[in-house]
């Protein structure tokens, strides 16, 4: 692909089928992409309809070239996610029909949810960055570095004073030095329920 001009701006519902696809062809592997598509619709509405939701897309001449969501006030977005828990059964019903392997993935991530939905003080101005997904035709152009500025001058608007993530360990490394490169700190290193050795970044915007 050539050097494109690539424009970043607040995503709409109208985009959310051509976010679902470069999410699918970004992260062809991971679970929310193996739940199918219905699925990964009503996440991605559930970002744009939670307050604090943050949900951007980079695009050229009207193509999506990539995304980044995540959210201002995690806590409120996981108890919005939630309150609206009737939205995925079906989907997950979908996913779960199609690969009944992913029934115990399901079922851990519903609980991951519920507990982070507690209410807690610590960390209470830290926005989350959810993720970043670049359609791999548009990759090494830049379009992520200009969705992570997007994300991040939202976040300053949004009173956030740090970012944090968390991303896998291991092969992960073009990834992780994409953080690193923009001024994100390694914090710790752990080992999920669902035994992967994830990475959790930070980074300080005040």
Request: with cysteine.
């Amino acid at each position: 692909m050539a050097d494109v001009v690539v424009g970043v701006r607040p995503a709409g519902l109208s985009d959310i089928d051509s976010i679902v696809a470069v999410h699918q062809r970004a992260f062809p592997d991971f679970y929310m992409t193996r739940m199918g598509p219905a699925f990964l619709r009503t996440y991605y509405r559930t970002v744009l309809a939670c307050e604090g939701g943050q949900l951007f897309v980079a695009e050229t001449d009207g193509r999506c070239l990539g995304f980044v969501a995540g959210s201002l006030n995690p806590v409120r977005f996981y108890a919005f996610m939630s309150q609206r828990k009737a939205s995925f059964i079906w989907p997950a019903f979908l996913g779960i029909i199609r690969r009944p392997s992913l029934i115990g993935r399901t079922l851990f991530n519903r609980n991951r949810v519920m507990l982070a939905s507690r209410p807690r003080e610590v960390d209470a101005n830290t926005a989350e960055l959810s993720s970043i997904g670049v359609d791999p035709l548009a990759a090494s152009r830049g379009v992520g570095g200009e969705l992570l500025r997007a994300f991040t001058e939202s976040a300053l608007a949004g009173g956030s004073d740090c970012i944090s993530l968390t991303t896998d360990a291991r092969d992960n490394q073009r990834v992780n030095s994409f953080y690193l490169k923009h001024g994100f700190s390694l914090v710790t290193r752990f080992v999920s329920d669902s035994d992967r050795e994830m990475n959790e970044y930070r980074k300080k915007l005040k």
